[in-house]
């Protein structure tokens, strides 16, 4: 690993090498799981904001953050947190949880069933 002041010379890199700037950026590609036959590819900071991941994907599937849930491993991601805070390296896979909110005014119109099974809940996660 380069330090401060040293040259590409110093460190050995000689013409036509190959240098990996993903890191020396701190850059890593992760995967983010839309469902079980679609993925989608981004390439961003270790630091990047989950909250910032979520901005990506709504414009790649136009499914607004605040319906994203996003979970690496057995964590949910929280928007304010690093994906370097979780341990998302290069090549890590996200899961996306697509939530749909029902609220009392939208209970109107389903049948008993669909009633009782949402009883005594505000909100009703649908996963892909």
Same mark, same amino acid.
């Given at each position: 690993m380069m330090k401060n002041?040293?040259?590409?010379a110093g460190c050995?890199?000689?013409k036509d090498s190959c240098i990996n700037l993903y890191e020396i950026l701190r850059m890593i590609s992760i995967c983010v799981k839309i469902?079980? #036959?679609e993925e989608i590819w981004f390439t961003v900071k270790k630091t990047t904001m989950v909250e910032k991941v979520k901005e990506l994907l709504y414009e790649k599937i136009g499914v607004p953050p605040y319906k994203q849930l996003l979970k690496f491993g057995s964590n949910f991601l929280t928007d304010s947190d690093v994906l370097d805070h979780f341990?998302? #390296?290069n090549g890590s896979q996200l899961e996306l949880y697509k939530i749909e909110i029902i609220f009392e005014e939208e209970k109107v119109g389903l049948d008993e069933d669909e009633e009782e099974k949402g009883e005594g809940s505000e909100y009703s996660n649908l996963i892909d």
């Open positions: 002041n040293e040259t590409l050995g890199v000689k469902n079980k #036959t341990g998302v #390296t």
